[in-house]
T-cell receptor, first 113, second 114 residues
Framework: GESVGLHLPTLSVQEGDNSIINCAYS??????FIWYKQESGKGPQFIID?????DKRQGQRVTVLLNKTVKHLSLQIAATQPGDSAVYFC????????????FGKGTLLTVNP | GAVVSQHPSWVICKSGTSVKIECRSL??????MFWYRQFPKQSLMLMAT?????????EQGVEKDKFLINHASLTLSTLTVTSAHPEDSSFYIC??????????FGQGTRLTVV
């Protein structure tokens, strides 16, 4: 299940299950959103992005949903694998063409074999 | 995707000394580079944005005299932490983008000040 720790929310799932990671963004003027995966001691790795004129976008095993009404973003990972274990961040571009990303708190995903 | 390389991956320095971190775009021209700071189990916080040949724009609360940023070429930006203290210990990450394309992140630099 999902829990909120002192700093980092956590989500624990079984291998093969689907994972849903949620994110609330802050700026209603943000026009571009990105999900990143960050493994321990490494920089963020791009997973998938979505523009504000869309509400859903699919990639390989991942889907991003955008609900602008409630300023909510979610990342769905299908058939979660142990290699998916990492911290996942959503980021919003509130700077327009200046591309200024604001990152969410992050969610630690743990996949149990 | 494009490659952004940071150097060093980790560094330990004595309190009061300065440390320079390099960020290079290996296969594209980085018109804009960003520097972030990340404390353990926390999110990335943008420190500053630099455009090639221009002075960096610092976020509120970031001391520009403490964190010197130089973006002298289209493939290199440096962050110098001056007179480092233990509270400056953190994970520093750069990202780079070409024109209006997406930004790519470096692998980060772990700074420990003792």
């Amino acid at each position: 299940g999902e829990s909120v720790g002192l700093h980092l929310p956590t989500l624990s799932v079984q291998e093969g299950d689907n994972s849903i990671i949620n994110c609330a963004y802050s700026n209603s003027a943000s026009d571009y959103f990105i999900w990143y995966k960050q493994e321990s001691g490494k920089g963020p790795q791009f997973i998938i992005d979505i523009r504000s004129n869309m509400d859903k976008r699919q990639g390989q095993r991942v889907t991003v949903l955008l609900n602008k009404t409630v300023k909510h973003l979610s990342l769905q990972i299908a058939a979660t694998q142990p290699g998916d274990s990492a911290v996942y961040f959503c980021a919003e571009n509130s700077g327009g063409s200046n591309y200024k990303l604001t990152f969410g708190k992050g969610t630690l995903l743990t996949v149990n074999p | 995707g494009a490659v952004v390389s940071q150097h060093p991956s980790w560094v330990i320095c004595k309190s009061g000394t300065s440390v320079k971190i390099e960020c290079r775009s290996l296969d594209f021209q980085a018109t804009t580079m960003f520097w972030y700071r990340q404390f353990p189990k926390q999110s990335l916080m943008l420190m500053a944005t630099s455009n090639e040949g221009s002075k960096a724009t610092y976020e509120q609360g970031v001391e520009k005299d403490k964190f010197l940023i130089n973006h002298a070429s289209l493939t290199l930006s440096t962050l110098t932490v001056t007179s480092a203290h233990p509270e400056d210990s953190s994970f520093y990450i750069c990202s780079a983008r070409e024109d209006y394309l997406e930004a790519f992140f470096g692998q980060g630099t772990r700074l420990t000040v003792v």
